[in-house]
């Protein structure tokens, strides 16, 4: 007799075999006990979750010539004939070759003759959402009053593909993924009767592999057993598989998180050098991250060791949670341009630089502050900070105004002026820079302080205190008398930034003009985050409404 995979060998012959599904298994028992068996079932569900093994029993169970407890007792004659396949009152089809409506016509031709052998004649079609337009259409009168000896059970893991007339005239039962606990189980009973010794550890990572699909987790077990030996563990599975060791993970991941490019990306060259699959791993790595937030918050996790749970502690322990998600989507991120890729390594790496680079975590930060600012700006209303952002208020605002609930109120005088000028300013035409004259020393001074009118609180805080000279007739020279900061650099060689500040100054020249950046110093004392936010409040004249 030839070779029989485990999912075939181990398919379930009754319904209390199946694993996961109880709450369908007793219904259907009940249902033939009571002799109140439904004329059209609809099993939907993921694969390999049973639809197909529990229609099979339920075919044999209404024609058991001698039914135990609802279940057939696969030794009867009908039985027997119906697990060879050499009863032909059970028929099997798959609507993904058989879909057209030819098929259905013989079904329907076939329906007005008696069963040979059996009770009911049982109709049994997988896939059934796989059947075109012109099938479902010559099923339905069929289905909806079928003669009294025939049965239909329609299997599916796309029921919304069904049309609602085929829906409404059966009976649905729903498939739920089979737990990790539930495969485990059902592993230990295969293992044993096919004598594998396999560890406690290995079947949990096969479980989880099979993401609750049963015939998944004995197509992994049978792949374990292929070389010919018995033993399973879990370095064999990883082998096989290709998902590296956790400890290797947690050595990246850790990397990530203490912004170490070299320690990253000597264990990339090390991933690489062992032939790993860079989207499995990739993959590893969220899974990864997951589970230390999982942690975070029930201080629990399954698949791990002890050695393991104190890697994860120990990350979970000085690590924000915040962080934890922003990296979960930027992986997510990169194992989506890593798919589509045709150069996967050279993105790999780059990928794993740009989650180390510390400087662009702290130049993003910056810049959605100062976004929040013009935002504030261009709206006209006060800025409202609440407790979840007292970190950002600190940042911005004077001690004085972290008392004041409305520093403009405690001053009526500069409340007059200070509405005059913003409604003045609010009413001054976009363009202003078309009245400039063409000397730099005069119209540079009004661009800037025209930005900061217009809500450009990015482009104003980083030329303040520039000056502009004219290097030709074609290029005006902005100097930084005391340096560009990196961050500074980062936002003024944005092409849309250059563009606005070219704009303005060919309409203060009255002719276009290029600008070219002048950096005062070759080094200079590097501004945090918080001095620069602080340098802008400081020299800027906006009121803030700060709340702690």
Same mark, same amino acid.
């Given at each position: 007799?030839?070779?029989?995979? +485990? ?178 189980k059902r592993l230990e009973i295969v293992c044993k009767e096919s004598n594998i010794e396999a560890t406690q550890g290995a079947l949990a990572i096969i479980a989880s592999l099979a993401e609750g699909a049963m015939r998944d987790a004995l197509s ?103 962080? +934890? ?24 790496q780059a990928g794993m630089i740009k989650l180390c680079n510390q400087q662009a975590e702290a130049n993003k930060e910056i810049e959605e502050r100062v976004e929040k600012i013009e935002k504030y700006l261009k709206s006209g209303k006060g800025m ?93 020279g902005i100097e930084f008398p005391n340096g560009m900061t990196s961050f500074g650099k980062a936002v003024l060689e944005k092409q849309e930034n250059i563009r606005e500040i070219s704009n303005l100054v060919s309409m203060a020249c009255g002719k ?37």
């Amino acid at each position: 007799m030839g070779y029989t995979a +485990l999912y075939r060998k181990f398919r379930p012959l009754t319904f209390s075999e199946m694993v996961g599904q109880e709450h369908i298994t007793k219904t259907l028992k009940n249902q033939i006990l009571s002799g109140r068996v439904g004329h059209a079932y609809l099993l939907n569900g993921g694969r390999g979750t049973g639809k197909t093994s529990a229609a099979k029993i339920l075919a044999r169970a209404i024609n058991c010539l001698n039914p135990q407890d609802g279940e057939p007792c696969n030794e009867c004659e009908i039985c027997k004939g119906a697990l060879s396949g050499s009863l032909t009152d059970i028929v099997e089809m798959d609507a993904a070759s058989n879909n057209s409506v030819e098929d259905i016509r013989s079904i329907r031709e076939e329906v007005n003759f008696l069963p040979t052998k059996a009770k009911y004649r049982v109709y049994i079609i997988d896939e059934v959402h796989m059947l075109s337009t012109g099938a479902f259409n010559a099923l339905l009168k069929t289905l909806e009053e079928p003669p009294e000896h025939v049965k239909f059970i329609l299997a599916t893991t796309e029921p919304q593909k069904l049309p609602a007339t085929i829906l409404s005239r059966c009976q649905r039962f729903d498939y739920k993924r089979i737990s990790n606990e539930d495969i485990m189980k059902r592993l230990e009973i295969v293992c044993k009767e096919s004598n594998i010794e396999a560890t406690q550890g290995a079947l949990a990572i096969i479980a989880s592999l099979a993401e609750g699909a049963m015939r998944d987790a004995l197509s992994v077990l049978e792949r374990c057993i292929q070389d010919g030996e018995n033993k399973i563990d879990e370095d064999k599975i990883k082998d096989l598989v290709g998902i590296p060791k956790v400890t290797f993970v947690n050595g990246i991941i850790h990397a990530i998180l203490e912004y170490d490019v070299d320690s990253a990306l000597e264990k990339v060259d090390n991933l690489l050098k062992e032939g790993k699959d860079i989207n499995q791993f990739v993959w590893e790595m969220i899974k990864y991250v997951k589970d230390i937030l999982v942690y975070q918050a029930t201080k629990k996790l399954e698949l791990y060791n002890e050695e393991e749970l104190q890697q994860i502690k120990e990350i979970a322990e000085k690590t924000d949670k915040n962080r +934890l998600v922003d990296l979960v989507y930027k992986l997510s991120e990169l194992e989506s341009e890593i798919k589509w890729s045709t150069q996967k390594t050279i993105m790999f790496q780059a990928g794993m630089i740009k989650l180390c680079n510390q400087q662009a975590e702290a130049n993003k930060e910056i810049e959605e502050r100062v976004e929040k600012i013009e935002k504030y700006l261009k709206s006209g209303k006060g800025m409202v900070v609440t407790s979840n952002q007292s970190n950002y208020a600190n940042n911005i605002a004077q001690p004085s105004q972290r008392v004041a609930t409305n520093p403009i109120q405690s001053k009526p005088n500069a409340t007059t002026t200070s509405t005059a000028s913003s409604s003045a300013n609010r009413n001054r035409p976009q363009a202003t820079t078309k009245n400039f004259s063409k000397n730099s020393e005069e119209y540079w001074p009004q661009i800037i302080n025209d930005l900061r009118q217009n809500g450009k609180i990015v482009l104003y805080t980083n030329l303040m205190g520039t000056k502009a000279k004219e290097i030709n007739d074609m290029t005006v020279g902005i100097e930084f008398p005391n340096g560009m900061t990196s961050f500074g650099k980062a936002v003024l060689e944005k092409q849309e930034n250059i563009r606005e500040i070219s704009n303005l100054v060919s309409m203060a020249c009255g002719k276009e003009m290029q600008i070219k950046y002048l950096n005062g110093v070759t080094e200079r004392h590097q501004m945090t985050n918080e001095e620069t936010l602080q340098n802008f409040a400081n020299q800027s004249d906006i009121p803030f409404n700060i709340i702690e």
